[in-house]
């Protein structure tokens, strides 16, 4: 065996070097391929959100594991209930992309086609979300104690406390979700996917990449760029550390498919035989109060302005315990996208990420005693700033809002980094409020 190391000089040092590299390379793209085929939405099309996201593998396997478990895997909510809350949710910020999927994927669980027609068809058991629905889409602060027993003791139409965990962690979810749409624009994509290319309605929902489903068509032919890649491999390898490297690439691709698939867990539905219908359902009519969105909070001549201050109530010392324990296993599946994309390499600085959470939770009332926000001022530009509390508060007014950033400063993995930081920022804040006022409930 061939040993090379950065130190000895040897003639086959410097091409060890440079193979090493390219399968690291290898290795990566194929991370990416099989992600997005787990994520594939039409015939080898990927949907704006995971196509975006697939510039951070590693958060997107966790976003997808996350997600599916939420919507699809075990839990107290019957699957036609978790897609209807998450239109209720998306509707609150008039995301039509969100609005349409969870139609799609409510009809194909079984769900009543007649509670499309407006929030008023819908169990009143469900319509009792509207309060807390709207609040923790738009001022979030206002959560209370009072908002949590009105559903827990509302008699014959009452939620159990694992219900209405869940019924929150999807509220927050697809809120949070809606900025990153929005933020990324995935929203003006929604009408160009909605057909084949022939005209005609295709088998499956087109938007099932952002909601991890793989029952979809997989594309078998690789990318013409791993195929020339591999070759180029291919060529080098009479050398014995060559073929040790590719093949220990080769098999670690092999482990990670494996895993993905297991940790994900996605369920295999038969839709060969099944005609998948596209909604188009027009999400103000989920909306009972259309006037209700996001207030300033810090409001200067308030006397009443009261702070969420994270170290009366953090995520890591109260909200993943809670979690956990009245909605098994999510508090793992939350943290890891909070550490995967507070750790991704993209951003130029540890403080400049630290600085894009903290400003989202500020200007959601959160605010953390052991920060400098002199910080904020001195590492965001004024614009960036204002892009984030856009993407954060009122998402649906991105389009116009946020034109007025400009992007030249940040790479494409960059931009994407910052609204992925603005998205899981807004769902732990939204959590972290929920969670508040369960734990206040629990200990009257």
């Known amino acids: 065996m061939i040993i090379c190391t950065s130190k000895m000089d040897y003639p086959l040092r410097a091409q060890c070097q440079r193979v090493q590299k390219q399968v690291m ?5 194929e991370r990416v391929s099989l992600l997005l085929k787990k994520a594939l939405a039409s015939r080898a099309n990927v949907d704006t959100v995971a196509q975006q996201m697939a510039a951070h593998p590693q958060y997107l396997e966790s976003f997808l594991r996350a997600q599916h478990y939420i919507l699809h895997m075990d839990g107290p909510l019957p699957l036609p209930y978790r897609h209807y809350i998450a239109i209720m949710a998306a509707a609150r910020h008039h995301c039509n992309y969100l609005v349409h999927l969870h139609s799609a994927q409510f009809l194909r669980v079984g769900g009543d ?20 629905n709207k609040i923790l889409a738009h001022q979030p602060w206002l959560t209370s104690c009072a908002h ?33 749409v929005f933020g990324s624009d995935a929203e003006s994509n929604c009408a160009s996917i909605s057909k084949s290319p022939n005209g005609t309605s295709p088998k499956y929902c087109p938007f099932d990449a952002a909601n991890g489903n793989t029952n979809v068509p997989l594309s078998q032919t690789p990318p013409p760029d791993l195929i020339a890649h591999r070759r180029s491999l291919d060529s080098s390898s009479d050398m014995m550390c060559l073929k040790e490297r590719i093949q220990k690439s080769q098999e670690e691709c092999e482990k990670r498919e494996e895993r993905l698939m297991q940790t994900q867990a996605l369920q ?11 909604c188009f359902t027009d999400s103000s009519c989920f909306n009972t109060d259309p006037d209700f969105c996001y207030q300033e909070f810090a409001r200067r001549d308030d006397d009443h302005f009261q702070v969420f201050r994270v170290q009366d109530y ?16 999510i508090g793992h599946l939350l943290d890891d996208r909070f550490r995967s994309v507070a750790t ?5 600085s540890h403080d400049l990420r630290r600085a894009i959470w903290n400003y989202t939770h500020c200007v959601l009332g959160i605010r953390y005693d052991d920060y400098d926000y002199g910080e904020v001022n001195h590492l965001l530009e004024r614009d960036l700033k204002f892009y984030i509390k856009a993407v954060a508060c009122f998402p649906d007014a991105t389009k116009t809002s946020a034109s007025l950033f400009s992007w030249t400063s940040l790479k494409p993995s960059e931009q994407i980094h910052v609204n992925l930081l603005i998205m899981e920022a807004r769902l732990q804040a939204e959590l972290l409020y929920s969670l508040r006022a369960i734990t206040q409930y629990m200990i009257l």
């Open 268 to 278: 295999q539905t038969d839709l060969e035989e099944e005609e998948e219908v596209i």
């Open 113 to 132: 086609p007649l509670w499309l027609q407006d929030l008023q068809a819908a169990p009143a058991r469900l319509r009792l979300l509207d309060q807390i």
């Open 344 to 348: 991704l390499p993209s951003l130029h």
């Open 148 to 180: 949590i027993q009105a559903l827990l003791k509302s008699g014959e139409q009452c939620w159990s406390l694992a219900e209405l965990v869940q019924a929150v962690v999807i509220l927050a979810h697809c809120h949070s979700l809606c900025c990153f």
């Open 314 to 329: 953090s995520w890591e010392d109260h909200g993943f315990s809670l979690v956990n324990r009245l909605y098994s296993d």
């Open 25 to 29: 390379v290898n290795g990566e793209k």
